[in-house]
Structure formats: structure tokens, C-alpha cells
Nanobody, 111 residues
Framework: QLPLAESGGGLVQPGGSLRLSCAAS????????VAWFRQAPGTERREFVARISGENTDYSDSVKGRFTISRDNAKVMVFLQMNNLNPEDTAVYYC?????WGQGTQVTVSS
């Protein structure tokens, strides 16, 4: 099991931006497909947000055009750049690699 860790969450006003990071301690994520999911308050289901596999990316319709998934130059980490955030984006965000999950990072969008 990969020791995944997400970071970068926080409180932001509507229209603001955050950048989330996903890293695996002692491992590089260079060769792994990595996905971001989120779980909104009061829900049990984790919703797919974005995925990167090789050079290919995929997004849910709800974030397409606002969020961007990418790798750092060394391909050690994966980022989720989130722009034009709205209250519906409030959730705990998780990265997933091969079925392994991190602990998540809280994103709250509120004025």
C-alpha cells in the first residue's frame, strides 16, 4: 500500500483558487495513474474529480474547465489546480493510486 498524503486544502472564498498536492512518501508517482476524488459533507460516496494517466487527463463534467490535474517536473507528485471555486466544491479531497487512498485534505468554499 502506497503511503499517500494530500495537502493544500483550506478555506477559500467563492471564485478563489487552491492547489492540492498528492505525494507518496518514498515513492515517485511518475509511472502511476493518479486520480482525485472528493466526498462532500453528509455524503458517503466519493465522487470522481480528475485523473492523469501518462500524458492523458480526464475530468468530471462538474470541474471541467476549472480544475487542472498535472505532475511536477520530476513526476514525484501530482497536483490539482482548482480555480473559480464555488460552495459546491466543498469536500474532502482524496488522491487514489491503484486503489490506495490518502487521508484526504479538506476544501471549504465559503464567504
Amino acid at each position: 500500500q502506497l503511503p499517500l498524503a494530500e495537502s493544500g486544502g483550506g478555506l477559500v472564498q467563492p471564485g478563489g483558487s487552491l492547489r492540492l498536492s498528492c505525494a507518496a512518501s518514498g515513492f515517485t508517482l511518475k509511472t502511476y495513474p493518479v486520480a482525485w476524488f472528493r466526498q462532500a459533507p453528509g455524503t458517503e460516496r466519493r465522487e470522481f474529480v480528475a485523473r492523469i494517466s501518462g500524458e492523458n487527463t480526464d475530468y468530471s463534467d462538474s470541474v471541467k474547465g476549472r480544475f487542472t490535474i498535472s505532475r511536477d517536473n520530476a513526476k514525484v507528485m501530482v497536483f490539482l489546480q482548482m480555480n473559480n471555486l464555488n460552495p459546491e466544491d466543498t469536500a474532502v479531497y482524496y488522491c487514489n493510486v491503484g486503489g490506495d487512498w490518502g487521508q484526504g485534505t479538506q476544501v471549504t468554499v465559503s464567504s
